[in-house]
């Protein structure tokens, strides 16, 4: 292709999932021949067409303006390509470039390389023609240089924008976890709300989002009409030498006259999170001529969803909203399958922040045409079905009609732990473990510590064999965190929710980037402000429900920690072996240990567990904490005259931490040598307990014996009566030198 100012070629890039909106976009700019590709949107016209795209588009990332293709083999084809080009006609003289390439051929593998020959060849030909070099600025170039090489063809444009476009406003000083600027544009197109701001006098937007924040100013700033590029103060044409700047001003001025002209727009945007509508809101619905409802689930935690799907129930009964339509942007399809009574068009899939998502539309009914109706016939949405009665005088509603039964089971075993718990002095313990198999989570009740009174529900949702439909997996874990709290008297907003994945081994639960729970990963150090405090045994420990998939107490351990402090009484010194929390420390020290030695490879664990010693008064240089990698800790201590009287060791079922270098621990594999190790640092009559969740844990008794080492199995009388139903929750040991 010959470079000619006067047809010019552009395209706007963006993201997967974006490129059907950015098209109506770009359509609604009255820029011309808009044809959407992959990842990008065509386009052809003027200069002026280009700015318009770079000042009004919310959606694209940038705007380029194609120079040339060519065929482009090997590196020498890139360069004779390039250089053909009239750099001296594309460059303003004296602008600084950088070069950026994309793909690859069986002969230029290597981005970097290529990107050196297409410099060099853009270099040699401002050289040969101007008698100037170009200077390079890869930070802030004056002009951007973008090379697509794919399938031996190179196709080499300018990008116009500059720093990409979703940079604007506040976006470059947005928190971690914000919504991006263009992702909160495409739910508000995905909702109409730029076609209601141009066509109502008086549009209104709900913001369910419990976050607020960049989708609020993004729909402010389309009601005013104001370009989301008016206030930038550098763009990548100025070092186009076909810039025409009349043209620019031009379009630029008539930007800033539109906002003027629209600057008191009439029309409300509600940010309403969690917390429904106000008199004033309420107000500002009654004058609505259209509405339309949007929102932002993605930080949004599994167990405070059946609040805001509530929330949309209540606008959807609203008059002002029956016919609204409804986008969200959710991970996984759970806010889809729950949305209110409206039917369910084909689903968006993007990636915000490289995660996956679903951006879900709901429309009226009679918006859909026949085919879509029928398309839905087949694959139905979940609506709530029926309601259940849990006895607060307010039914509750659910998607599936089997989980009336999930309720009954749950009120039931409710009052039983509730008795159990007063007799024996408990506050914390297991309610519920997937009594029935269809409602296959944990849940967990904590009261809180007099210091920081209150209820909170840690509910671990266990993964679902392949064979269950998902969105049906969803629906009933939705229904589990809306009955839950109601059952059990706990504000949904202190119910948290979490998906456990079996890891290699058992039942040793981890994340899915993590392959040890109990030996965590590094963070900040654990701060005892705002986390709350719970009691057990006498002791007080920190909790944290938020931040880590376990809290920072094992429930099923709470007769072990009971068994250590037992076992403590007449003894001085003790040892705690994969820490965590160090629990079992504080058992330890109440039991009358003179000097505690905590080891842990995690700093966060190791921070938290100084601070509960600290919590319960033991504090002072005979209590002391290492990090270290356990098994390499034991083998140097076994070097050492230091010996322990009580060792507690409640090891991972397997841990492949970059920490330990190359080196794997697996429980089974691996438990003789560690506790051959452990052995060797007791102490004359010493004795260690130790403890593992690797359900199908089997001792090497022969192989440990003929190490001179005796051990006993004392697991049924370390299952606590609330986790009964679960006698294999985890398995523990007396060990002894023989």
């Not at 509750?396 to 509730?418: C, D, G, I, N, T």
């Not at 064999?465 to 059990?488: E, G, N, V």
């Not at 490879?601 to 190791?606: A, E, I, K, P, R």
């Not at 609330?722 to 060990?735: G, L």
Request: aromatic fraction near 6%; proline fraction near 5%.
């Amino acid at each position: 292709m010959t470079y000619e100012s006067a047809a010019m070629e552009f395209y706007a890039t963006c993201p997967t999932g974006f490129e059907t909106q950015l098209a109506r976009e770009l359509r609604s700019l009255d820029i011309p021949r808009v044809r959407p590709l992959k990842g990008r949107v065509a386009f052809e016209g003027e200069a002026r067409n280009a700015y318009r795209a770079c000042l009004w588009s919310r959606l694209a990332s940038r705007v380029l303006v194609v120079l040339g293709r060519f065929s482009c083999h090997d590196a020498d084809e890139l360069y004779e390509g390039t250089y053909r080009l009239p750099w001296e006609d594309i460059v303003r003289l004296r602008a600084t470039i950088a070069v950026n390439v994309s793909g690859a051929t069986p002969q230029l593998k290597n981005t970097h390389y290529s990107a050196l020959c297409v410099k060099d060849a853009i270099v040699d030909r401002m050289i040969d023609e101007t008698g100037r070099r170009p200077d390079v600025d890869t930070k802030h170039p004056d002009a951007r240089i973008a090379v697509s090489i794919q399938r031996d063809r190179a196709s080499v444009s300018l990008d116009l924008s500059g720093e990409p476009l979703f940079k604007r406003g506040a976006a470059a000083r947005r928190d971690a976890g914000d919504l991006r600027p263009d992702y909160a544009a495409l739910v508000l197109a995905a909702a109409s709300w730029p076609e209601l701001c141009r066509t109502s006098t008086h549009p209104v937007l709900a913001d369910v989002s419990p976050q607020t924040g960049v989708l609020g100013r993004e729909a402010h700033d389309e009601l005013h009409r104001r370009a989301p590029g008016l206030d930038r103060s550098h763009w990548g044409f100025e070092g186009w030498a076909q810039h025409d700047a009349g043209a620019w001003i031009a379009e630029r001025e008539a930007a800033r006259e539109r906002a003027q002209r629209h600057r008191d727009a009439s029309g409300h945007i509600l940010a309403l999170g969690e917390h429904g509508t106000s008199s004033n809101e309420d107000a500002a619905l009654a004058h609505a001529n259209a509405c339309a409802i949007v929102g932002n689930l993605l930080p949004l935690s599994t167990s405070r969803l059946p609040l805001t799907l509530n929330l949309i129930t209540q606008l959807c009964a609203a008059p002002g909203f029956k016919d609204a339509p409804i986008a969200l942007l959710s991970t996984g399809g759970a806010a889809p399958c729950a949305l209110p009574g409206r039917p369910r068009p084909a689903t968006t899939a993007v990636r915000p922040g490289n995660e996956e998502a679903t951006l879900a539309i709901y429309v009226p009914a009679d918006t859909l045409t026949d085919q879509a109706n029928d398309a839905h016939a087949t694959s139905p949405a979940l609506q709530a079905s029926t309601t259940v009665d849990v006895g607060s005088g307010k039914p509750v509603p659910v998607l599936v009609p089997a989980s009336e039964q999930f309720a009954h089971r749950l009120q039931k075993v409710a009052r039983l732990r509730r008795r159990w718990a007063k007799r024996e002095g408990v506050s914390c313990y297991r309610v519920y473990d997937a009594d029935l198999p269809d409602y296959a989570v944990a849940i967990d009740l904590f009261v809180g510590a007099p210091e920081t009174p209150g209820r909170w529900l840690q509910i671990a949702e266990y993964a679902a064999p392949k064979t269950i439909d998902p969105a049906l997996a969803q629906a009933r874990m939705l229904d589990i965190l809306s009955l839950a709290p109601r059952i059990l008297d706990v504000d949904p907003a202190c119910a948290h929710a979490k998906t456990r994945m079996r890891s290699r081994g058992g039942s040793q639960y981890a994340k899915k980037s993590t392959a040890s729970v109990r030996e965590g990963g590094t963070g900040s150090a654990v701060a005892t402000g705002g986390l709350p405090h719970i009691n057990e045994g006498g002791l007080t420990f920190i909790v944290n429900f938020d931040d880590y998939l376990d809290c920072g107490i094992f429930l099923d351990h709470r007769v072990t920690r009971s068994l250590v402090r037992e076992h403590m009484h007449g003894k001085q010194r003790f040892l705690n072996l994969f820490a965590y929390t160090g629990t079992a420390t504080c058992y330890a020290a109440d039991g009358g240990a003179q000097h505690t030695t905590t080891v842990d490879l995690s700093n966060t664990y190791l921070d938290w567990a100084r601070r509960n010693m600290q919590l319960n008064g033991f504090t002072g240089r005979n209590h002391t904490f290492e990090r270290a990698d356990v098994l390499s800790w034991i083998r140097e201590q076994g070097r050492s005259t230091r010996r322990w009287d009580l060792i507690f060791c409640d090891p991972p079922t397997f841990s492949n931490s970059t920490k330990m270098g190359q080196r794997t621990f697996d429980v089974q594999r691996d438990h003789v040598e560690l506790l051959c190790g452990v052995a060797k640092l007791l102490a004359a009559g010493g004795e260690a307990i130790f403890s593992c969740n690797l359900r199908s844990f089997k001792p090497d008794v022969d192989a440990l014996a003929c190490a001179g080492i005796a051990i006993e199995d004392i697991t049924a009388a370390t299952i606590p009566e609330d986790y009964a139903r679960n006698k294999r929750i985890h398995c523990c040991y007396i060990v002894r030198n023989a």
